[in-house]
């Protein structure tokens, strides 16, 4: 918290009242990467449903980009400590569901339909996945394919 503060230009005691504890604050980081992740995911269509393909390739580069890299980071330093992992996992969930619900929504996908929502939540899987792949090394020749492969899977399952 000492150090927050200092970088905040606040004094300890401004930053331990409004985050009593460490805990606090690190939840605090990760509801704001959180919410800032949820924002960039609803920006990038603000007309609603959008090419697919286009989705995809956006769905990703949220991934591989720095606000995933940050919240990469946060849920490293949840791991290993108890209080911290159940706080981050009770939120990544949360963010989980909204950020299968948008791009379903981005998607204009009917998931009453067999294999829609498991081709959603794949895309979403897949996306994470890239995006740690991307932490130590640009990957962009073969992700470019693996996006190009999956906006075939996702316009064939959608229809």
Do not use: C, K
Request: no cysteine; hydrophobic share 45%; net charge negative.
């Amino acid at each position: 918290v000492s150090v927050v503060a200092e970088r905040a230009g606040v004094s300890r005691g401004a930053a331990q009242h409004q985050f009593p504890t460490r805990e606090d604050l690190f939840t605090a980081a990760v509801e704001y990467v959180a919410e800032e992740r949820s924002t960039a995911l609803r920006d990038l269509f603000p007309d609603g449903p959008a090419d697919r393909r286009a989705v995809v390739e956006a769905l990703v580069g949220l991934y591989t980009g720095p606000l995933f890299r940050a919240a990469l980071h946060l849920w490293v330093a949840a791991s290993n400590e108890d209080q911290l992992r159940a706080r981050v996992t009770e939120l990544e969930a949360r963010v989980g569901r909204e950020s299968h619900r948008i791009a379903v929504d981005l998607l204009g996908a009917d998931e009453s339909r067999p294999g829609v929502r498991e081709t959603v939540q794949g895309l979403l899987d897949m996306a994470r996945g890239l995006g740690l792949a991307n932490l130590l090394t640009d990957d962009t020749a073969r992700r470019e394919r693996v996006v190009a492969q999956w906006g075939t899977i996702v316009e064939e399952t959608l229809g």
